[in-house]
């Protein structure tokens, strides 16, 4: 292997994951970090999320193993992180991650704690498909990676603003927006080491509709419920709008 096949698609990996932590830069910014923008966020993250999930992933799926199958994963992937909200211990991840952290609303700590998981599951595949696409191809890996980064913005956001708002510690909202956007560069390196001769695309179509569900259940179990909170249903409304024109304009690059 030279340089090229290994070093520069590892890169691309990283520098869409480290995305992730610009979105959670804006609460640096003492205008963005009041709880006013709290619905407009939290929506923006769901439109990004939706739109991916209705007009990338499912539709990716449904080209490479057909529309029942991608349906029945789509589903799956619902269920799945149904049963795992429903057992997941929340308080005991509280007390163990956040003990010595006064925490100022703990339903948007739960929040901020299953959006960083559930984009967790969804950024390692795609930094599987930017890794593996730059073999082939490194301006389709490059352009890919482009595309991941602008839609990670709003993710890194997805993942700050609630933990931010539970905590009003940037530090921790940074964090888990990192956190989130490192399981990209995760992904290549199983990619790379474990899964690569065994992967193809049909491999990656059952990935993506299992991720498109489990996008979809925190979108609406989550994201949308906590957006709509303090009468912020307008807002909300607007950055769902705005999340889906962003996702929008990150497919351009495609």
Known sequence: MNFNEIIIPFLLTILAGLSTVV????????????????GFFLGLSAGVMI???FMELLPYSVKGIGFL????YLFLGIIVMALFDFFLPHHYLKEKVLSKQKIFDH???S????????????????????FLSSFSNIRLGALLAI????????????VS?????????KGKAIKYALISGMAEPVGAIFAYILFRPYLNKNIISYIFALVAGIMVYISFDELLPA???DDQGHKAILGVIFGMIIAFCSLLFL
């Open 23 to 38: 979105g959670s830069l804006i609460f640096f910014s003492h205008t963005f970090s009041s709880k006013k923008f709290m």
């Open 51 to 53: 739109y991916l999930s």
């Open 69 to 72: 199958n991608a349906n029945i």
């Open 107 to 109: 339903k948007l700590l």
């Open 111 to 130: 929040t901020g704690f299953m959006v960083t998981l559930g984009l967790i599951i969804h950024n390692f595949p795609e930094g599987m498909a930017v």
């Open 147 to 158: 595309a991941i980064a602008i839609h990670n913005i709003p993710e890194g956001i997805a």
């Open 161 to 169: 603003a609630p933990i931010y708002h539970a905590t009003l510690n």
């Open 227 to 229: 957006s709509f909170k």
